[in-house]
């Protein structure tokens, strides 16, 4: 959007350009220092947070896989 208005009235308000350009590099400037801060890489988890039946599913009660209909 702002660089379609500094297009059309820039060729009247040259001074428009230099605002233009002093937006777009602001917004790319805090766009960029967002992305940095939330995209920040996921903390290390302990071996504690495993569950041991999930490493093992034959210890998740096999008579429910002996229940279910087989297609």
């Known amino acids: 959007m ?13 001074l428009l350009y230099a605002f233009a350009s002093f937006f777009c590099l602001t917004i790319a400037f805090f766009d960029k220092r967002f992305l940095l801060r939330v995209c920040r890489r996921p903390p290390r988890y ?15 009660r096999p008579e429910l896989y002996t229940l279910t209909p087989k297609p």
């Open 2 to 14: 702002c660089v379609m208005v500094t297009m059309m009235y820039g060729s009247g308000m040259p």
């Open 46 to 60: 302990g071996t504690d947070l495993v569950n041991p039946a999930a490493l093992n599913p034959a210890t998740l």
